[in-house]
């Protein structure tokens, strides 16, 4: 079942691969004619084009936009220059040779979850190129997963340690990646619609990889191109309700205090002009991850059964549940899901609420472990778990997530409760057990950011 679940998991991924979402979404039907979804652009309309990507996935997301470009004699021939933003060891040999191919395009890695210099310095070249759109300027942007810390440039009069100092104390806060972005959109430039601003009154294409829980646009990378639907108010509400973020620099607080207090802020209303020359378009999500592996289990033998594309909460907890979901699938009784063998999946992200005593691990690692150490008491042996990072990283680590079973805390040396308790899963499951196998899955970046994918095979 190890790898039948291992299979699945791969197949969920290939089905996001940003290089066939873009190609889907962009064709050339005619000469001169670029159709982007359902809508046509002629080159004749535009003098140049502007080409921005950041997050994740830029590298692919960019190069396959270039792809479409040369595919027509009248759009290749256009003036083209642009900014690629993407988190180090992100993009293949291939796709950095296309893209430096392509003289005016500047391609710049950033750190990532935590923002360093270089985020900045990409943020205000992206801004800068959009800034000199004109009407007759095609603006394709390219945003995935991780944009939000790829590109980032502090509100005045904030500076960069005090972004690094408040994503570390987001991070490790138990907070949603939604509710992390209305924080984030109050206190950088170029989020919350301010790229669509920057570029007005360039033509505004924007072609998303959601990574975030429902596919909310304006929160994904923190909206860039999208209006906000969040207010200064909001942000603040999580800081006075979550004792953790009173951790956030003194400087953060007071500026989003001003704001909702003056009920002002620098993102574009509903009514600005500028929303009617931008247009966002989703490409991929959660959800074809999540059906294309259903696909792969059912062509296994396995019954799938989707649990749905919201999977939330204390990645210990959720756990704790798909394991009581597979015991009454293996006991007698009735009213149960499915009858083995079948595959439960879902997607989603669960988060982990971090101490200061913390060790090294990721969701699907904690995920996995809590899984195992349940499976583990509940005698459940016909069960196979494996959680992944779509992007193949799980929290600061070189591991995409964990496949476990009911054998795995037997297999292995040490306490899997003190290391769950001590969110140190990725020491733990790093071990090898007789057979030579690690519990930890790693696949190396993936060049696609969905969040994540949890198969559970029962036999």
């Not at 050339?28 to 997050?55: C, H, M, Q, T, W």
């Not at 079973?405 to 499951?429: K, V």
């Given at each position: 079942?190890?790898?039948?679940?291992?299979?699945?998991?791969?197949?969920?991924?290939?089905?996001?691969?940003?290089?066939?979402?873009?190609?889907?979404?962009?064709?050339?039907?005619?000469?001169?004619?670029?159709?982007?979804?359902?809508?046509?652009?002629?080159?004749?309309?535009?003098?140049?084009?502007?080409?921005?990507?950041?997050?994740?996935?830029?590298?692919?997301?960019?190069?396959?936009?270039?792809?479409?470009?040369?595919?027509?004699?009248?759009?290749?021939?256009?003036?083209?220059?642009?900014?690629?933003?993407?988190?180090?060891?992100?993009?293949?040999?291939?796709?950095?040779?296309?893209?430096?191919?392509?003289?005016?395009?500047?391609?710049?890695?950033?750190?990532?979850?935590?923002?360093?210099?270089?985020?900045?310095?990409?943020?205000?070249?992206?801004?800068?190129?959009?800034?000199?759109?004109?009407?007759?300027?095609?603006?394709?942007?390219?945003?995935?997963?991780?944009?939000?810390?790829?590109?980032?440039?502090?509100?005045?009069?904030?500076?960069?340690?005090?972004?690094?100092?408040?994503?570390?104390?987001?991070?490790?806060?138990?907070?949603?990646?939604?509710?992390?972005?209305?924080?984030?959109?109050?206190?950088?430039?170029?989020?919350?619609?301010?790229?669509?601003?920057?570029?007005?009154?360039?033509?505004?294409?924007?072609?998303?990889?959601?990574?975030?829980?429902?596919?909310?646009?304006?929160?994904?990378?923190?909206?860039?191109?999208?209006?906000?639907?969040?207010?200064?108010?909001?942000?603040?509400?999580?800081?006075?309700?979550?004792?953790?973020?009173?951790?956030?620099?003194?400087?953060?607080?007071?500026?989003?205090?001003?704001?909702?207090?003056?009920?002002?802020?620098?993102?574009?209303?509903?009514?600005?002009?500028?929303?009617?020359?931008?247009?966002?378009?989703?490409?991929?999500?959660?959800?074809?991850?999540?059906?294309?592996?259903?696909?792969?289990?059912?062509?296994?033998?396995?019954?799938?059964?989707?649990?749905?594309?919201?999977?939330?909460?204390?990645?210990?907890?959720?756990?704790?549940?798909?394991?009581?979901?597979?015991?009454?699938?293996?006991?007698?009784?009735?009213?149960?899901?499915?009858?083995?063998?079948?595959?439960?999946?879902?997607?989603?992200?669960?988060?982990?609420?971090?101490?200061?005593?913390?060790?090294?691990?990721?969701?699907?690692?904690?995920?996995?472990?809590?899984?195992?150490?349940?499976?583990?008491?509940?005698?459940?042996?016909?069960?196979?778990?494996?959680?992944?990072?779509?992007?193949?990283?799980?929290?600061?680590?070189?591991?995409?997530?964990?496949?476990?079973?009911?054998?795995?805390?037997?297999?292995?040396?040490?306490?899997?409760?003190?290391?769950?308790?001590?969110?140190?899963?990725?020491?733990?499951?790093?071990?090898?057990?007789?057979?030579?196998?690690?519990?930890?899955?790693?696949?190396?970046?993936?060049?696609?950011?969905?969040?994540?994918?949890?198969?559970?095979l029962i036999r």
């Amino acid at each position: 079942m190890t790898e039948d679940a291992m299979a699945i998991c791969r197949e969920g991924i290939h089905a996001v691969d940003p290089t066939v979402a873009i190609r889907r979404y962009i064709t050339v039907p005619s000469e001169g004619v670029l159709r982007i979804d359902s809508e046509d652009y002629n080159a004749n309309d535009f003098k140049n084009i502007v080409l921005l990507a950041f997050g994740k996935a830029s590298s692919a997301m960019a190069t396959a936009c270039l792809s479409r470009l040369k595919e027509d004699e009248l759009w290749s021939g256009l003036p083209l220059e642009g900014a690629v933003i993407l988190k180090d060891d992100h993009g293949t040999e291939s796709e950095l040779n296309e893209l430096e191919q392509a003289e005016k395009i500047v391609v710049q890695s950033a750190s990532h979850p935590v923002p360093d210099q270089r985020s900045v310095d990409g943020a205000k070249r992206v801004l800068a190129l959009a800034e000199k759109a004109s009407e007759d300027t095609l603006v394709l942007v390219c945003i995935s997963g991780g944009g939000s810390a790829l590109f980032c440039e502090p509100q005045s009069p904030l500076t960069l340690q005090d972004l690094q100092e408040t994503n570390s104390v987001l991070l490790g806060s138990g907070l949603s990646i939604e509710d992390m972005n209305v924080i984030r959109k109050r206190i950088e430039t170029g989020k919350g619609g301010r790229l669509a601003a920057a570029a007005y009154p360039g033509k505004v294409v924007t072609m998303i990889l959601s990574d975030i829980v429902g596919d909310p646009l304006d929160l994904i990378a923190s909206g860039p191109t999208v209006l906000d639907q969040s207010r200064p108010s909001d942000a603040l509400n999580l800081i006075q309700s979550n004792p953790t973020l009173q951790q956030l620099p003194s400087s953060v607080i007071e500026v989003i205090k001003q704001q909702a207090e003056n009920q002002h802020t620098e993102n574009p209303s509903l009514d600005a002009e500028v929303f009617e020359r931008a247009r966002n378009i989703l490409v991929g999500n959660n959800q074809l991850a999540v059906l294309a592996a259903a696909s792969e289990a059912e062509k296994r033998g396995y019954k799938p059964v989707i649990l749905g594309t919201r999977m939330e909460g204390e990645s210990c907890h959720v756990a704790g549940v798909y394991a009581s979901i597979a015991q009454h699938i293996i006991e007698d009784g009735d009213y149960k899901v499915a009858e083995p063998p079948c595959a439960l999946i879902a997607g989603g992200e669960t988060t982990v609420t971090l101490s200061k005593q913390s060790g090294k691990g990721g969701r699907n690692q904690e995920f996995a472990l809590a899984a195992a150490l349940r499976f583990q008491e509940l005698g459940l042996r016909n069960v196979v778990l494996a959680s992944v990072g779509t992007d193949g990283t799980d929290g600061p680590t070189d591991a995409a997530g964990a496949i476990v079973d009911g054998g795995t805390i037997d297999r292995l040396a040490g306490s899997a409760s003190n290391a769950l308790e001590q969110h140190d899963a990725y020491p733990y499951l790093d071990q090898v057990d007789e057979s030579n196998h690690s519990p930890l899955i790693k696949t190396g970046p993936t060049g696609t950011n969905v969040a994540d994918i949890s198969i559970t095979l029962i036999r």
